[in-house]
């Protein structure tokens, strides 16, 4: 079974600095690969998917993630944080080998804090 | 209205009373879903809908009745609720059909429900 693994429930860095969070899929076949954002009493927010089109994947907000096939990974950067960016982030994955499976599998999510 | 939206916003209710959540998808898409999320808790998939048809109910309890009378509206009846249901109801959309392809799930601001 397909599953997505978030590495880090609080990450926390400073403004200005560079913003890593991790995820990690398990998958014979690469899936559809998505970022969301939830801002503190609202709903998910798509950041950015991953479709097999480009490895590197830009999204809104500044915010980019690779995918690294070899790695099972699809990890969310952004060169520079803002205090903006304070949310909660999930990741989530879709299976290609099953088309009319269209549920999404989801990670735990990771809260960025972000310090002045 | 664009989007997905959700009424109410903010619901408290005791144990005995009857309620409805609204969920309202303005996106031409054919697939609905219920989530629910708790504090420190995994996003739970609770009730898949395509083409008006439950495709999906993830051991929900009988006390949330989804109704979904066409591809745009989709309902959550609540009865005899407990404390521990307490949570954020999320509605999303998909294009669904079974068809290929990413499916991205655009979600509504949720329902903060909250029992007594």
């Known amino acids: 079974a397909q599953s997505v693994t978030q590495l880090g429930s609080h990450v926390s860095v400073s403004e200005g600095a560079l913003v890593l969070l991790r995820c990690n899929y398990s998958s014979s076949v690469p899936p559809y690969l998505f970022w969301y954002v939830q801002y503190p009493n609202q709903g998910l927010q798509l950041l950015l998917k991953?479709?097999?089109?480009a490895t590197l994947v830009k999204g809104i907000n500044g915010f980019e993630a690779e995918f690294k096939k070899s790695e099972t990974s699809f990890h969310l950067t952004k060169p520079s944080a803002h205090m903006s960016d304070a949310a909660e982030y999930f990741c989530?994955?879709?299976?290609?080998?099953?088309?009319?499976?269209?549920?999404?599998?989801w990670g735990a999510g990771t809260k960025l804090i972000i310090k002045p | 209205e664009t989007g997905v939206t959700q009424t109410p916003r903010h619901l408290v209710m005791g144990m005995t009373n009857k309620k409805s959540l609204k969920c309202e998808q303005h996106l031409g898409h054919n697939a609905m879903y219920w989530y629910k999320q708790s504090a420190k808790k995994p996003l739970e998939l609770m009730f898949v809908?395509?083409?008006?048809?439950?495709?999906e109910n993830n051991s929900v309890p009988s006390r949330f009745s989804p109704e979904c009378p066409n591809s745009s509206h989709l309902f959550l009846h609540l009865h005899t609720l407990q404390p521990e249901d307490s949570a954020l109801y999320l509605c999303?959309?998909?294009?669904?059909?079974?068809?290929?392809?990413?499916?991205?799930?655009?979600f509504g601001p949720g329902t903060r429900l909250t029992v007594l």
């Open positions: 989530a994955v879709r299976s290609r080998e099953m088309d009319s499976n269209y549920q999404l599998i």
């Open positions: 809908y395509n083409f008006k048809e439950q495709t």
């Open positions: 991953y479709t097999s089109a």
């Open positions: 999303a959309s998909s294009p669904g059909g079974g068809g290929k392809g990413s499916n991205e799930q655009f």
